[in-house]
């Protein structure tokens, strides 16, 4: 989906938040993808935070994070650099979210019977190209969490 005009900007927020404000200009995507996964939002929440499960799943390397509002990312590049981006809203179990350069990502968590429903943000300055790459992420994320 195309986000109409609109770059984005890390403003202070409240209640936990640093919300993405959009403002004029003609560079931002929107990635968004709702997928019910097969766990508990209890057992979810450290898929997103801790790197050892996090690596499991996602297409980039997570090296650290300091798990708070205001804190850091730290990824490895494919080309053996680090990228560091910024926790800007970490609301537990419901809301997560980091820049990384010029990109953010958000994880919304929402209750569901035996299961969590997932709404994921992507919003970059690259195409929605990339929402194949997410797609393939979440259904990797599925598989690691499905029961065995």
Do not use: C
């Not at 609301?91 to 429903?117: K, N």
């Amino acid at each position: 989906m195309r986000a109409a005009s609109a770059a984005l900007v890390v403003q202070s927020g409240h209640m936990g938040t640093q919300d993405p404000v959009l403002v004029p200009t003609d560079e931002v995507e929107v990635t968004r993808i709702d997928r019910i996964l097969p766990m508990r939002l209890e057992g979810l929440w450290s898929y997103f935070t801790e790197p050892s499960r996090f690596n499991l799943w996602f297409p980039r390397h997570l090296v650290a994070v300091d798990a708070q509002l205001g804190g850091a990312v730290e990824f490895t590049t494919a080309i053996g650099g680090h990228e560091v981006g910024q926790v800007i809203a970490f609301d537990v179990p419901q809301m997560y979210a980091f820049t990384l350069g010029q990109e953010q990502f958000r994880f919304e968590t929402h209750p569901e019977p035996a299961a969590t429903l997932l709404v994921f943000r992507h919003f970059s300055l690259l195409t929605d190209a990339d929402r194949p790459r997410w797609e393939a992420a979440l259904d990797k994320l599925e598989r690691v969490l499905a029961p065995r």
